[in-house]
């Protein structure tokens, strides 16, 4: 199984940036995966950002985000999307695709619940 990312790369306060994952090789269907990102700051811990699923909606994990990021999936294309819009300097960070074989996203968003990750995407927006 991997999981690509793209989309990465350098953006302005207030600018935009739309990150893809692709999985290859699931071995279930690919609407039985949550599929989520999380990202990972410098010097911070890794954090759950959002998670989409098939049949059961997507959710979001940071309030920060609220309002500016959405994330959707496209089965026929086996990817998932996050949209960031209005980014700020905060979000500077490593973004990580990841997959959980289940078709619900859990309340709170454990990496140690993933069975698949992708390499990192990294995120940088200046102030």
């Known amino acids: 199984v991997h999981l690509v990312e793209s989309g990465g790369g350098l953006v302005q306060a207030g600018g935009s940036l739309r990150l893809s994952c692709t999985a290859y090789g699931f071995p279930l269907d690919f609407d039985e995966y949550a599929i989520g990102w999380f990202r990972r700051a410098p010097g911070k811990e890794r954090e759950g950002v959002s998670c989409?699923?098939?049949?059961?909606?997507?959710?979001y994990f940071l309030d920060s985000e609220k309002g500016r990021f959405t994330i959707s999936r496209d089965r026929a294309k086996n990817t998932v999307y996050l949209q960031m819009n209005s980014l700020k300097a905060e979000d500077t960070a490593v973004y990580y695709c990841a997959a959980e074989g289940v078709r619900y996203c859990s309340g709170t968003y454990y990496p140690q619940r993933m069975d698949y990750w992708g390499q990192g995407t990294q995120v940088t927006v200046s102030s």
């Open positions: 989409s699923t098939a049949t059961d909606g997507n959710k």
